[in-house]
């Protein structure tokens, strides 16, 4: 397997494992410093406006200026955004950080996932992909895990600032690849035009969009509120 595609896999794991430490810590952490559901519903919703709104931004720039240098500036902002997230946790801070640091960490996995495509070709496109896949979800239940453990011994905001550590140090697997330059870019008018489409695939997009939004919704309401509904129904402790 080629070097770059074991650095890719690396940052995937650190990264990864770094996020659900973080995120299964976070509102908890915030439910301690005496902020109730609305004001954490609030931060989740500026997170999930942020990747969208940035996420697509920074995935076109990636294509005028180069994936890994917009992979390293995303990546470097949400770990300085985490840092702050833990150091100044004020409610106006949280407000202000929450749309931004939705915005870099959802612009990550959308570069990282282009990137994969620029650093492989068909012989190890797919293969790199699956594993790529597998290392996100089993490093996603590892940092959950692990994270809530050590919520439980070290405290919420040792456990955040560690996770931070983790996900600034994963940047270093990043910069170890060698940049890739792109070709065309396309604007923000080719990007939204459909005219090229036809009913068929307007139809089978349009579908996928839908479902996409339902799983989306579903999905922000119980997995960022999860820890706080067991924490508040079942008083359980984070690990």
Sequence with gaps: MPKRIKNILIYTFLSSSAA???QVIFN????????NNTII???TSLELWGSAIIGMLLGILGDKFGRKKMLLISSFSSSFILFLRVLFPTETVLLSLAFFSGGFFASSQ???NIFIVDITDHSNRGKAFGLNFGIMMGSGLFGNTFG?????LLGYQSTLL??????????IEIIKIQDHHVGH???FREL????????????????FLFSTFLVGFGAGLFIHFGNIIFKDLFNMSSS
Excluded: C, W
């Design 162 to 171: 560690i996770a931070s550590t983790i996900y600034l140090a994963s940047t």
């Design 110 to 112: 959308i570069l990282l």
């Design 192 to 207: 939204f035009d459909f005219k090229l489409l036809n009913p068929k695939e307007k139809k089978i997009i349009s579908g």
């Design 148 to 152: 809530g453990f050590l919520g439980d």
């Design 185 to 187: 870019t396309k604007t």
């Design 28 to 35: 908890l952490y915030v439910r301690d410093l005496g902020m």
């Design 41 to 43: 519903g609030n931060f």
């Design 20 to 22: 659900s430490m973080y």
